[in-house]
């Protein structure tokens, strides 16, 4: 059937039941049984979330004249980011609506700025680990620029490969990446090496702290041996770091940030040539809502470094509870995590088979292909959930151990 706008409106009752309902086929996120997608840090937070997103809803991030409590908001976001992130003075950044903006808004800096630098933009590339996110394939399909994936290294440690990285850079190269951490093993790659190689080769180097950006901080605070990942390393140009991951905002913020006001600079499109009034707009978005700048600021506030500290211990004493589980049912971890995320892979039962059994039980976690394993991005409200879990994935063991699992379930994100 083709949904057909209604010819009379009908009564805000009926629909929210009806939106309601459709709900319940989602995933169970609520239930703690969804370990991807969503950041759970509790009833208290996201009551604040709601009520700052709705008290601002209407307002318009395009208009900072207008509304210049988001233009402050937004400020302070940035210099909040930037406090935890080692940004030297005169750094500075934007909000965007998510880490695929992020990336794209840095590309794009860092290939104006080369085109200032008088770079030749002929076969522009960014050279970049194979674990680094698809949204630098997106931008860089985007900008007519060029991926080069870089393998990992092949000692075990699945992390970037500074010297392959290397090689792989040349006249053209517009960016090198690391990631703090990625996404599919969750661990951090050598931003320290990195960073040593893009300053004797001259080049931008970005770190996607897309999933870290608000997590490693407070980890590091409380004692995990996180290596330096952020403005700390010289080399590092840009970052790119999320609020609505474990930031614990409300979805539509992220944050792009930038060493120096001149890096900066090659990011706004301050444009005249039309009809209209001048319009100066810090990243793509014209409109941008409200709502997502003043949540992220709200939270920011409203947890503070203790509150961030707190949620981010539970999460990494979860991510220690999920590897001593999974080591006894004889899983192997995929390298050393430190965070939120964790892969990892079992020698003799095929990942994706087990991840069908778990898929069953009502878990909706999600797999990661090189190498096979199961994946999991875990939240606060997991430490509630994580023992049924566990008990879960040993029944799941058991049934593919026993020949007795269920038809093939294929990890898609979409
Ligand atoms: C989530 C993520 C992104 C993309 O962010 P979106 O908000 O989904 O656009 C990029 N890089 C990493 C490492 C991520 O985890």
Same mark, same amino acid.
Request: glycine share 10%.
């Given at each position: 059937?083709?949904?057909?706008?209604?010819?009379?409106?009908?009564?805000?009752?009926?629909i929210e039941?009806e939106m309601l309902a459709r709900g319940?086929?989602?995933?169970?996120?609520?239930?703690?049984?969804?370990?991807?997608?969503?950041?759970?840090?509790?009833?208290?937070?996201?009551?604040?979330?709601?009520?700052?997103?709705?008290?601002?809803?209407?307002?318009?991030?395009?208009?900072?004249?207008?509304?210049?409590?988001?233009?402050?908001?937004?400020?302070?976001?940035?210099?909040?980011?930037?406090?935890?992130?080692?940004?030297?003075?005169?750094?500075?950044?934007?909000?965007?609506?998510?880490?695929?903006?992020?990336?794209?808004?840095?590309?794009?800096?860092?290939?104006?700025? +080369?085109? &200032?630098? @008088?770079?030749? /933009?002929?076969?522009?590339?960014? *050279?970049?680990?194979?674990? %680094?996110?698809? =949204?630098?394939?997106?931008?860089?399909?985007?900008?007519?620029?060029?991926?080069?994936?870089?393998?990992?290294?092949?000692?075990?440690?699945?992390?970037?490969?500074?010297?392959?990285?290397?090689?792989?850079?040349?006249?053209?190269?517009?960016?090198?990446?690391?990631?703090?951490?990625?996404?599919?093993?969750?661990?951090?790659?050598?931003?320290?090496?990195?960073?040593?190689? +893009?300053? &004797?080769? @001259?080049?931008? /180097?970005?770190?996607?702290?897309? *999933?870290?950006?608000?997590? %490693?901080?407070? =980890?590091?605070?409380?004692?995990?041996?996180?290596?330096?990942?952020?403005?700390?390393?010289?080399?590092?140009?840009?970052?790119?770091?999320?609020?609505?991951?474990?930031?614990?905002?409300?979805?539509?913020?992220?944050?792009?940030?930038?060493?120096?006001?001149?890096?900066?600079?090659?990011?706004?499109?301050?444009?005249?040539?039309?009809?209209?009034?001048?319009?100066?707009?810090?990243?793509?978005? @014209?409109?941008?809502?409200?709502?997502?700048?003043?949540?992220?600021?709200?939270?920011?506030?409203?947890?503070?470094?203790?509150?961030?500290?707190?949620?981010?211990?539970?999460?990494?004493?979860?991510?220690?509870?999920?590897?001593?589980?999974?080591?006894?049912?004889?899983?192997?971890?995929?390298?050393?995590?430190?965070?939120?995320?964790?892969?990892?892979?079992?020698?003799?039962?095929?990942?994706?088979?087990?991840?069908?059994?778990?898929?069953?039980?009502?878990?909706?976690?999600?797999?990661?292909?090189?190498?096979?394993?199961?994946?999991?991005?875990?939240?606060?409200?997991?430490?509630?959930?994580?023992?049924?879990?566990?008990?879960?994935?040993?029944?799941?063991?058991?049934?593919?151990?026993?020949?007795?699992?269920?038809?093939?379930?294929?990890?898609?994100?979409?």
């Open positions: 059937m083709v949904a057909t706008l209604p010819e009379t409106g009908r009564a805000w009752d009926e039941a319940q086929g989602d995933a169970k996120w609520r239930d703690g049984k969804t370990a991807v997608y969503v950041f759970n840090a509790g009833e208290d937070v996201a009551a604040v979330q709601k009520a700052a997103y709705t008290a601002f809803m209407s307002e318009n991030g395009l208009g900072p004249l207008a509304f210049p409590s988001l233009a402050r908001m937004e400020k302070e976001v940035i210099e909040m980011a930037l406090g935890l992130l080692h940004g030297p003075d005169g750094a500075t950044g934007a909000m965007t609506s998510g880490g695929t903006d992020s990336i794209t808004m840095a590309i794009k800096t860092a290939r104006d700025y +080369a085109r &200032a630098q @008088g770079k030749p /933009l002929e076969g522009a590339n960014i *050279v970049l680990p194979q674990s %680094a996110h698809l =949204a630098f394939d997106k931008a860089a399909h985007l900008m007519d620029m060029e991926i080069r994936r870089v393998p990992l290294k092949t000692d075990g440690s699945w992390l970037a490969d500074p010297e392959a990285m290397a090689e792989a850079c040349d006249e053209a190269t517009v960016m090198m990446v690391g990631s703090a951490p990625n996404f599919p093993h969750g661990l951090i790659d050598p931003i320290a090496e990195l960073g040593t190689v +893009a300053e &004797a080769k @001259g080049l931008w /180097l970005h770190v996607d702290a897309c *999933v870290g950006g608000y997590f %490693a901080p407070f =980890a590091r605070m409380n004692g995990v041996p996180v290596p330096a990942f952020d403005f700390e390393v010289p080399g590092v140009h840009s970052m790119s770091a999320d609020l609505h991951k474990y930031g614990y905002a409300a979805k539509g913020a992220s944050t792009v940030l930038f060493r120096s006001e001149e890096l900066y600079s090659h990011m706004p499109f301050d444009l005249v040539g039309w009809s209209g009034a001048p319009m100066k707009t810090p990243t793509l978005a @014209g409109t941008r809502p409200g709502g997502a700048i003043a949540a992220a600021w709200a939270v920011m506030n409203f947890l503070g470094i203790e509150g961030y500290r707190r949620l981010q211990g539970e999460v990494c004493a979860t991510r220690e509870r999920v590897e001593a589980g999974v080591k006894s049912l004889g899983f192997e971890i995929v390298g050393t995590p430190m965070l939120g995320l964790i892969a990892f892979s079992h020698p003799e039962h095929h990942a994706f088979a087990l991840y069908g059994e778990i898929y069953r039980r009502g878990w909706f976690t999600s797999v990661t292909k090189e190498p096979p394993s199961l994946h999991l991005m875990l939240s606060p409200k997991h430490a509630e959930f994580i023992d049924g879990y566990l008990a879960d994935l040993e029944a799941s063991v058991q049934a593919v151990a026993a020949g007795k699992a269920g038809p093939k379930v294929e990890a898609r994100y979409s």
